[in-house]
């Protein structure tokens, strides 16, 4: 159960500030002697573990006025989930993926600003609830961790050509649909290479989940109970997509539907669909505010560890400062061979094109200013802001928009892939 929201695997979204002060309540309960509950590979989750799990998704449904599904049911949709996170974090750890302190101060402060506070109000407003801040900032940090996994494992097997770009700039939904939906679904899903008995069993289930919804049931009680979706313990809520974002037999089923219409089940790849459209909005396109940027880059290595890199980006820093060419330190050190090449320059930069890190920084530099050193899950970095500029989407644009559009498309459906994959290749022993 996500703590907090993670939009388009880039930026923060809101935090509701009861969620994370019932996470640092149920995370501070003392901790007492219990037993393991599951084995997943090298990691072991704890009956305390689930049960606080259980705490928090029943207090987040209570406070959404959600009816609970039955216990049995409850339980193993958090347990699943458990081992899931269990999974990505342990990938973690295999491939050297980490949150640094400055992330997730970074992090915090976003967080605390969403909610009309101050970091020190923030702090307080927890203290003042009776709850332990050193436990909200580490279920953040696994969240923000859960998220970057996710991330850059799914995003690797995303390839989009230059002929779907093409042939997306010229299509139908490209002209007409950008408009933006807010959706949830129930996902009933099917493992690879499933046989016609599994495909026939999942059908079923997915049609009598339809008869329900067809005579008034919850659809985000049932997707709560049956839902196979990552999102399933959130009331299958995906979020506000635009219809060009998602996987081509979801936006074919969408395109005759009115708000507050239930599809029937969609068969896709990964399983069948059932898609509930809660609202439309939008469809003109916005004046992009683009930002030039050059910057130097410094990446930790086997010979040279992150305070080393710390210490050298701040000598490169000083340097600059004291009249040093900008362009001839990147070309001469910046770790960024095709930016360092041209003295740093990363051109035009537009809102999501960068990492977070970088995005945040570059944002609030002015013009002809020169940054701070800072760090990003790629190293230490120098940013200095030439110029910006209010931009109309030209050919460039469009086609990046496609191309970001497209992966959008195609995240969800690999994500589901990728967590299945990793799923069925561990060992998981659920104790009874």
């Known amino acids: 159960m996500r703590i907090f929201k993670l939009l388009n695997i880039r930026q923060f ?15 501070a309960a003392p901790e007492k002697l219990d037993s393991i509950t599951a084995i997943v590979n090298d ?9 606080q799990r259980m705490s928090i998704v029943k207090s987040q449904l209570a406070s959404r006025n959600q009816r609970l599904p039955p216990d ?23 491939q050297g993926i980490k949150v640094t302190e400055r992330q997730l101060n970074d992090a915090i402060d976003t967080i605390a600003a969403r909610n009309e506070m101050t970091l020190e109000q923030f702090r307080e407003a927890l203290i003042a609830e009776g709850q332990d801040y050193i436990s909200a900032r580490e279920q953040i940090r696994k969240e923000m961790l859960i998220a970057q996994v996710q991330q850059n494992n799914v995003n690797r ?6 002929q ?7 299509s139908e939904d490209n002209q007409s649909n950008q408009s933006e ?34 005579k008034g049931a919850d659809f985000s009680e049932l997707a709560i109970a049956a839902s196979s979706a990552p999102n399933a313990l959130n009331g299958g809520d995906l979020g506000w997509r635009k219809l060009v974002e998602l996987p081509e037999p979801l936006a074919e089923a969408l395109k005759g539907m009115q708000s507050g219409e239930i599809s029937s089940p969609i068969r896709a790849p990964s399983g069948f669909y059932i898609i509930q459209l809660r609202d439309k909005r939008g469809g003109s396109i916005q004046l992009i505010e683009q930002t030039k940027v050059s910057h130097i880059l410094l990446k ?9 890199t710390k210490r050298l980006i701040g000598r490169v820093h000083t340097q600059i400062k004291e009249g040093a060419s900008f362009e001839e330190l990147a070309k001469d050190l910046s770790d960024d061979p095709a930016s360092g090449s041209e003295g740093g320059d990363l051109g035009w930069a537009q809102p999501g094109q960068m990492v977070p890190e970088f995005e945040q920084v570059m944002q609030r530099t002015p013009i002809g200013e020169l940054s701070e050193p800072f760090e990003s899950r790629f190293g230490w970095h120098i940013l200095k802001v030439e110029n910006r500029r209010t931009q109309d989407v030209g050919e460039e644009m469009l086609e990046s928009q496609a191309r970001n559009t497209i992966r959008k498309r195609k995240f969800s459906e690999e994500l589901s892939n990728w967590l299945r994959e990793i799923r069925s290749e561990a060992y998981v022993e659920i104790k009874p």
Request: charge should be negative; glycine fraction near 0%.
């Open 13 to 27: 979204g809101t935090l509701a500030l009861s969620s994370l002060l019932l996470s640092a309540s149920v995370q």
């Open 43 to 51: 990691d072991i989750i704890l009956s305390s573990e689930l049960q």
């Open 72 to 94: 049995n049911i409850l339980t193993s949709q958090v347990m699943d989930r458990l081992i899931l996170d269990s999974l990505i974090l342990q990938t973690a750890e295999k």
């Open 157 to 162: 097997r995303i390839r989009v050509s230059d």
């Open 164 to 170: 779907e770009i093409k042939a997306f700039l010229a």
């Open 181 to 214: 939906l807010l959706l949830s679904i129930i996902l009933i899903a099917i493992p690879e290479e499933a046989s016609p008995e599994q495909i026939q069993t999942a059908e079923t289930q997915s049609n009598l989940i339809h008869q329900e919804l067809s």
């Open 300 to 308: 930790p290595s086997e010979i040279r560890s992150s305070a080393q």
